[in-house]
């Protein structure tokens, strides 16, 4: 059963970081890619964040770039988002998943797995 768990969210001023974690289970982590979703009010959930299995490549949702990082640790399933200078529209519930499909470069059109967690909430205050 594929289940992912999110964690490390929460309220931070405009310009604070926060770094998010994500333990997958239930398949074989260390050869998927995987992704970081946001979904904010009254908004469809978007990927901001790509890397592939081995983490030798990421791909980030303009908005993000520059300014949050994704990392994995496959000998934990983990894998990261770090934020920094965060924002007001990077208000969200932040969810991660996996891609399904072998890819030799990161892409934020990832497949992902059916499962989804419960995501972590991300407030930044202005």
């Known amino acids: 059963q594929v289940q992912f768990v999110e964690s490390g969210g929460g309220l931070v001023q405009a310009g604070g970081s926060l770094k998010l974690s994500c333990i997958a289970s239930g398949f074989e982590f260390q050869v998927h890619g995987m992704l970081w979703y946001r979904r904010s009010p009254g908004k469809d959930r978007e990927s901001v964040a790509s890397?592939?299995?081995?983490?030798?490549?990421?791909v980030y949702e303009d908005s993000v770039k520059g300014r949050f990082t994704i990392s994995r640790d496959n000998a934990k399933n983990t894998v990261y988002l770090q934020m920094t200078d965060l924002q007001p529209a990077d208000t969200a519930v932040y969810y991660c998943n996996g891609d399904r499909a072998w890819r030799s470069a990161a892409t934020l059109a990832g497949i992902t797995f059916s499962s989804w967690g419960q995501g972590t909430q991300v407030t930044v205050s202005s």
């Open positions: 890397i592939t299995s081995n983490g030798d490549s990421t």
